[in-house]
T-cell receptor
Framework: AQKITQTQPGMFVQEKEAVTLDCTYDTSDQSYGLFWYKQPSSGEMIFLIYQGSYDEQNATEGRYSLNFQKARKSANLVISASQLGDSAMYFCAMREWADKLVFGAGTILRVKS | DAMVIQNPRYQVTQFGKPVTLSCSQTLNHNVMYWYQQKSSQAPKLLFHYYDKDFNNEADTPDNFQSRRPNTSFCFLDIRSPGLGDAAMYLC????????????FGSGTQLSVL
């Protein structure tokens, strides 16, 4: 069964606007972590933001915030004030106690000037 | 400052000729991972080490082997590369636990001729 689902293969956003990238997950563990990574065309995998399953507040890191809705099992990434450099592939991922980080299929984001 | 180092950045091998990719880390993390990523796809976990304990994914072909001689180094051996093995290979490290993020190397792009 798919553990991480990203339903948006591609997204466009106008520069300086906000964009939400969707992610839903499936787990029976009580303790797990949710991560978002950015992968530009250079191929490096850049950590953006983390949300723990027991965290009551949504995580924020600069222009990135994570809209965590535990009951719905969703962990959407919100990027505010989009910049041209935000154009990249974005992966949602989950880590359980088995120590494996499992990725969703990814969303390609294109920022338009 | 590089914390997870992969060599080489680009590797070209011939069909059926064994090839070894290397990864080293300066973070002293006890978990190390190898992912395979094909173009426009999510990284796929091949295997990971928790200290010296090797964990193979069920669908990882026997053609792929790994060695971890010490905490700092991990190797990916492809015994008989096929055309379908051409991909980006990503090494990552982390501490154990669902709340720990993975640190990725820059990857090795493998071409099979």
């Amino acid at each position: 069964a798919q553990k991480i689902t990203q339903t948006q293969p591609g997204m466009f956003v106008q520069e300086k606007e906000a964009v939400t990238l969707d992610c839903t997950y499936d787990t029976s563990d009580q303790s797990y972590g949710l991560f978002w990574y950015k992968q530009p065309s250079s191929g490096e995998m850049i950590f953006l933001i983390y949300q723990g399953s027991y965290d009551e507040q949504n995580a924020t890191e600069g222009r990135y915030s994570l809209n965590f809705q535990k009951a719905r099992k969703s962990a959407n990434l919100v990027i505010s004030a989009s910049q041209l450099g935000d154009s990249a592939m974005y992966f949602c991922a989950m880590r359980e106690w088995a120590d494996k980080l499992v990725f969703g299929a990814g969303t390609i984001l294109r920022v338009k000037s | 400052d590089a914390m997870v180092i992969q060599n080489p950045r680009y590797q070209v091998t011939q069909f059926g000729k064994p090839v070894t990719l290397s990864c080293s880390q300066t973070l002293n993390h006890n978990v190390m991972y190898w992912y395979q990523q094909k173009s426009s796809q999510a990284p796929k976990l091949l295997f990971h080490y928790y200290d010296k304990d090797f964990n193979n994914e069920a669908d990882t072909p026997d053609n792929f082997q790994s060695r971890r001689p010490n905490t700092s180094f991990c190797f990916l051996d492809i015994r008989s590369p096929g055309l379908g093995d051409a991909a980006m290979y990503l090494c990552a490290t982390s501490r154990a636990g669902p709340n720990e993020k993975l640190f990725f190397g820059s990857g090795t792009q493998l071409s099979v001729l």
